[in-house]
């Protein structure tokens, strides 16, 4: 410590190791703190871990000029947000800051080219090897496989018979399987292939019935479902299933003019493409009009050139899909038109993939990195009564993105292509984490119109706040260099508002006039003044917001993750060494103040996970603690559209459900889900997989 720190300070650090709960140790321990290489022995503690990481992203700033002074009062800051646990920064950052590897971003997102390898380097086996690059040092990918020509096509070159999307992914899997032996962390996939391709009902049966549990382990499978999909599978009509190989029309080469109809995007979509390239170019428009054509022409042409392999009613394919998350959590949804139409720099490009938990809808070849604020940190007591720190939590936004942004200078990209798509927009993910138990120490239940409300508020807060931050670093720094003042698309115009929320959900509860007086400096932000800014100096980054899983950085915060409820009140917890039981301590601390932390109390408790059954507990705890599977799937999804209105990326969420949910429920949150503009949805039924790390109760 003295040696880290300087003498004497030794007593100051030691506090703040205190701040870590039993279980931050122990994941602190298992992956992040450094080792020698040799002895294997430990040569750093959390504090220095901390500080090993606020170092290295406050050096960033000498780059740009400033005085040693400066950045050492810019370390002493993010030291101090990181170890007051009020900010971390994914783990990727943790693990990686000042070592030999240099990864410090959680999501990835690699193009997969119809070739095997390509000059531009986007074959398939390129990819492949990307990946495990991305894989050994703690980082996810995701990857969209529709340009892959379908199962059975010709191979022309070799005369031979192409086996398909599946089964390349099968190879991605069984690499991202042997790089974790030596790896960080077990790698993540995320594969997407849109609703057109030939082979989608392959793909949407690759995770379930008989190939559940066994196939693809490593993937989370989403569908890339368009308006035009889900406006026929409310009409019940069919769709046409594509080669991309044989039509022009469906293969896509990233030029967003024809795009559109390649991947059928919605007409509202490319002629917003269209006219806003036009205003631009004063008229005179580069592209070749007649590539411009309606989904219906598109089909046309694809039957012509013998592309369409067949058509299929679309609710059918969209009841499999259904039929597959319930089974087993896959597929997944990503809704293709709302991730583009509120894309900031859909000027760019189209967007085809998320990373692995979809909380960065990312172009190909981006990264991101991300961090979380513990909003648990910020309830405070003011007048005897709760309320919220929105000055702090104001002013960690605006060293968070600070940070973040350094982190796109200070990282070691494994790939040329990285770096310079990483650095076109240079997007960072701020996000949330703790939401649950900042409600409970506010005395509101997650399932309540007050909760979204919340949700909704914060949402908008800390966008707005993160956004500010950015032009802020603009003035000082320079903007992203593919910024375009008039082009950049600000979200929060198509952001929908709270009461198009509820109505859209059919609630009809109004929020309490208690959350209103707890948020009403949110309805003082003002946006057109923000707008005002960006138009003068611009923008650092392309995106500032999204909302990570937070899985490992939460339990270092000893916080409830990310937006989710609380998992359960006490369960058990399977780790190598064996099984422990574990009580939440927020809630001991309420058993507590009821006199009820009794061990015969808590033993009870621990059998089923739960009080919301428990009539001997008092009513105001059964409400507040709430949780994942008792929490109504509806509340799930709407906390979830609530954070999104207010994302520039992605807004991770997994909608829990009982065992005992029949398909039908799975079936409304998916349709729900694409009503209220969220991005991609996910479920996950209770005991729908054989391995759970998490159980809950005592299992008997
Ligand atoms: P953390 O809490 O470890 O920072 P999150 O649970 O918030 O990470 O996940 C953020 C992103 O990090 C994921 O969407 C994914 O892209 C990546 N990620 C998470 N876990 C893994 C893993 N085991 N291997 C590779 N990437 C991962």
Redesign the pocket.
């Known amino acids: 410590y003295n040696h880290v720190f300087g003498k004497g300070k030794w007593k100051d650090f030691d506090e703040k190791d205190l701040l870590l709960s039993y279980n931050a140790l122990k994941v602190l321990e298992a992956r992040y703190l450094l080792k020698d290489p040799n002895t294997l022995r430990y040569i750093e503690t959390p504090q220095m871990l901390f500080r090993r990481v606020a170092r290295f992203l406050a050096s960033v700033e000498r780059k740009y000029g400033k005085s040693e002074a400066e950045v050492k009062q810019l370390e002493d800051k993010f030291y101090e947000m990181i170890s007051d646990l009020k900010f ?7 693990m990686n800051s000042e070592t030999r590897l240099g990864i410090l971003s ?3 997102v690699i193009p997969v080219k119809d070739a095997m390898t390509t000059p531009e380097g986007d074959g398939i086996y390129d990819a492949l090897r990307a990946t495990a690059l ?2 050994q040092q ?5 990857f969209d496989f529709s340009e892959l020509r379908p199962k059975g096509d010709v191979v022309a070159s070799t005369a031979g018979v192409a086996s398909g999307p599946v089964s390349f992914m099968k190879v991605f899997d069984a690499s991202t399987d042997v790089i ?1 032996q030596g ?8 594969g997407v292939m849109h609703a057109w391709h030939a082979d989608i009902e392959d793909f949407i049966r690759a995770k379930t019935g008989q190939l559940k549990d066994v196939q693809l382990q490593n993937f989370n499978i989403s569908v890339g479902a368009y308006d035009y999909f889900m406006d026929a599978v409310v009409k019940g009509e069919s769709v046409p299933l594509i080669n991309p190989r044989k039509t022009k029309i469906a293969g896509r080469d990233h030029e967003y003019y024809i795009t559109k109809a390649r991947g059928y995007m919605s007409e509202e979509w490319i002629q917003e493409v269209i006219l806003s390239e036009l205003e631009e170019k004063g008229g005179v428009v580069s592209l070749d009009e007649s590539k411009i054509i309606t989904v219906d022409e598109a089909l046309v042409i694809a039957s012509k050139e013998g592309a369409v392999v067949k058509y299929v009613n679309a609710k059918s394919l969209f009841d499999e899909i259904v039929k597959g998350a319930w089974d087993s959590g896959d597929p997944g949804l990503l809704f293709i038109d709302t991730i583009n139409r509120r894309h900031p720099v859909w000027y760019l490009g189209k967007i085809n993939a ?7 809808p990312l172009l190909p070849w981006e990264s991101c990195n ?1 961090g ?1 604020i513990n909003l648990e940190k910020f309830v405070i007591e003011r007048d005897g009564k709760a309320a919220i720190d929105w000055d702090g939590l104001a002013e960690i936004i605006r060293y968070g993105v600070r940070f973040l942004d350094n982190v796109i200078d200070a990282n070691r990209y494994p790939l040329k292509q990285i770096e310079d798509a990483t650095k076109r927009t240079r997007k960072v993910g701020l ?1 949330v ?1 703790g939401l649950a138990r900042m409600f409970i120490k506010l005395g509101i239940a997650y399932d309540s119109v007050d909760a979204i409300y919340l949700s909704y508020q914060l949402a908008k807060f800390i966008f707005y706040h993160a956004y500010k931050a950015s032009i802020e670093i603009a003035k000082e720094k320079g903007t992203f260099p593919t910024y375009d003042a008039r082009l950049y698309r600000d979200i929060w115009e198509s952001a929908l508002d709270f009461d198009s929320l509820l109505q859209t959900a059919e609630i009809s509860d109004k929020p309490s006039d208690y959350v209103k007086k707890l948020t009403s400096v949110v309805d003082k932000l003002d946006f057109d003044l923000l707008k005002g800014e960006r138009l003068k100096y611009g923008l650092r980054n392309s995106t500032v917001v999204s909302i ?9 915060a000893g916080t409830s ?2 937006i989710e409820p609380l998992f359960a009140l006490a369960f058990v917890r399977n780790v190598a060494v064996g099984k422990f039981i574990e009580i939440d301590p927020l809630f001991l601390e309420y058993l507590r103040k009821y006199e009820l932390d009794d061990p015969e109390v808590i033993q009870k408790i621990a059998e089923s996970g739960i009080i919301g059954d428990n009539v001997f507990m008092p009513r105001s705890l059964r409400k507040l603690f709430r949780t994942a599977h008792e929490v109504p799937p509806i509340y799930h999804v709407m906390h979830q559209a609530a954070w999104q209105q207010w994302n520039d990326s992605g807004t ?1 969420k997994t909608i829990n459900l009982r065992s005992e949910e029949p398909p039908e429920t799975v079936e409304k949150v998916y349709l729900l889900a694409w009503k209220l503009g969220i991005k991609g949805i996910t479920v996950y039924r209770d005991k729908s997989k054989q391995q759970q790390v998490i159980y809950f109760g005592v299992k008997k």
């Open positions: 971390v920064p994914n783990s990727p950052t943790l959680a999501c990835f991305v894989h703690g980082g996810g990918t995701g974790k790896g960080k962390r077990r790698g993540a996939n995320m998320t990373n692995p938990c979809g909380e960065e991300l979380s996000g984490m990570a899983p937070t899985g490992t950085i939460s339990i270092i993750s990310s991770s």
